[in-house]
């Protein structure tokens, strides 16, 4: 059975959808959702569904990126989890951190990669005037938002949709995708060991 790690930053319905997938014949098990902010809502959720948690508050480590990292290593190498997804993680990890997680570290993002990584991707994709956007489960490397893609899923962009109303019709599509992809990934015999 693999144990995962979910890192977060806010609501966490993405990670939800992961946690609740998790059970039955599911290869993984959840075994810590941690964020940068105490306050996520996401922390209370998986609290109220048995799943351990940690809070590194960012803001106590200003410019100081490698000391935030070394904190948050503390409760992850203490649950020792086998693949770590980032789910709605609004912190951009350092390459030495990202490395140490190397084929086993997940992210999801909102949009068509390589189309818009970073912020604002609903914004950017309407301004484009792309006839869809949607998002994508990848690995984690280094560079930001560029690693091996694992999957994606796709939704039409409306006349008159805002950022708000193309976000909320690609998180319907998030959340069937990441625990599809982390089921998968999860059950590939590569990774066993
Ligand atoms: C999701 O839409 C996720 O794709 C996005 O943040 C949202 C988190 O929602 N992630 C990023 O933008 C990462 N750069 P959630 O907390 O409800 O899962």
Redesign the pocket.
Known sequence: MKKVAIL??????????LVEDMTGDHPARPVLVASNDPE???LKKAADLGVATAAVDHRAFRGDRAGFEAALLKPLLAADPDIIC?????RILTPAFVSRFSGRML????SLLPKYP??N?HARAIQAGDAEAG?TVHEVIPEL?AGPILGQARVPILPGDTPESL?AR??VE??RLYPAVLRHFASDDCRDG
């Open positions: 977060i930053s806010g609501g966490g319905s993405n990670m939800l959808r996520a809502g996401g980032l789910a709605g993680f609004m992210n999801i993002h909102p970073g912020l991707t998002a938002d976000a690609v998180l998030e959340h």
